[in-house]
């Protein structure tokens, strides 16, 4: 019986912005990479996000924003995984998230931000060599 | 308390992270598993459990989706079990089916898990059957699972669902499709999807013609529907049907204690099997014949089926 632990990994979308495909590319090759990959699709609010990470008991979330709305979106994310007993899940997040807010998101528990020209191996060593310690 | 006794508690409070935490240990078939079902299975057995399935692209996950929020206006709690496939090359997986589903992530009553097949034939495994035991014993009062849709050898699904939807989309194949066993030989109830197309019509007409050549079920004639997934048209129709399935089951008694006995004798076959071949293979791989017999083998002095009986012959006189 085939039963090895799979890393988990959902991909998610906040605020309101509809460009995908960055967030697909990273989702294929995460699942490439042996992983089990969730994505949730658009548009999704804080809340939906932390309870997809809660119900799937994911060990990595993987947040993607083009629209600039980072500063309003993570914040709110974060305080939600807090309050849910979910700190020990990885946060990784990427796409147009300026080098000055870098730190910042840094400060709220997200452990790295992927910008523009990121390749996807860099994100798959990275996740493999930060994976959290669940219970 | 030890943690099985701390994530089991848990699950029979219906504590969404415990269950999370409950199906992630069977998933990984972790040293805690079998010591969490044996706590929950005395709770599990209230929950209907529905299994849906069909080809890809059907519109499975569009149709559940409705359907939860149809069982959600009857104040029922809804699992949910969307299962994909696992690549059998890198031995990761794109869980896709949630996307559809989202808008009911925020519903405490609902659950969504997300699983892949990992490898199982057949489209369903053990985990999946395990996880559908936890949200029963959790207090779902529905459980559904959506299997891959890998086609047509499905019936792997009966050993979980009590009622078991199939779904069609249009033009996915004319009669002959409809008359193979397998998926068709299954279902309690045909669902014609997409039925704003143009063919849907022939193809429930198609199903139609299979089912009047056949009288298996004896006593349930499956219904033939027709829906519309993304308006929800036909959705309220379905619901009712799988009340009276619910209901049929129910009601006759000899049928329920025969099927509940075909059950649970399947699953004790397959725990027996699991163990025996386990422990019997690690036994007989230390044997001393063992590694003769191979290059026996090789050396073709002897076959590999009276290989095996030799070993295992040895393995019942020694016991």
Redesign the interface.
Known sequence: ??????IRVLIAKPGLDSHDRGAKVV??A????????????LR??P??IV??A????VDIIGLSILSGAHKTQFPRIMKLIKK??LTDVMVFAGGIIPEEDVSEMKKLGIKEIFGPGTTTEEIILYVKGNLPKR? | MT?TEEIANGVLKGD??S???A??VI????PEAQGLIAKIYPHTGKAHVIGLTGAAGAGKSTLIEKIVREYRQRSKSVGVIAVDP??PF???????D???M?EL??DQDV????M?T???AGGIS??TKDAAKILDAAGKDLVIVETTGAGQSEVEIIRVAQTVVVIHAPGMGDEIQAIKAGIMEIADIFVVNKADRENANKTAIDIQAMLQMDNKKGGWKPPVLKTVALTGEGVAELIEKIEEHRCFLEDDTARKEKLLKTKAEAELLEAIK?RVSRTLIEKLKKEKKYDELIRGIIEKTIDPASAAEKLVKKAISDA
Do not use: H, P
């Open positions: 019986m085939e039963n090895k632990r799979k989702a294929r995460l699942r490439d990479a042996g992983m089990e990959v969730i994505y949730t699709g999704q609010t809340e939906q309870e997809t809660l119900q799937e008991d849910q007993g219970d | 943690k969404r992270r269950i999370a935490k199906i992630t998933e990984n078939n972790m696992t690549s890198t031995g990761g997986a794109f869980l896709g949630r996307i559809r989202q992530s925020t659950y969504i898990r997300s892949a990992r490898n199982y053990k985990a699991e």
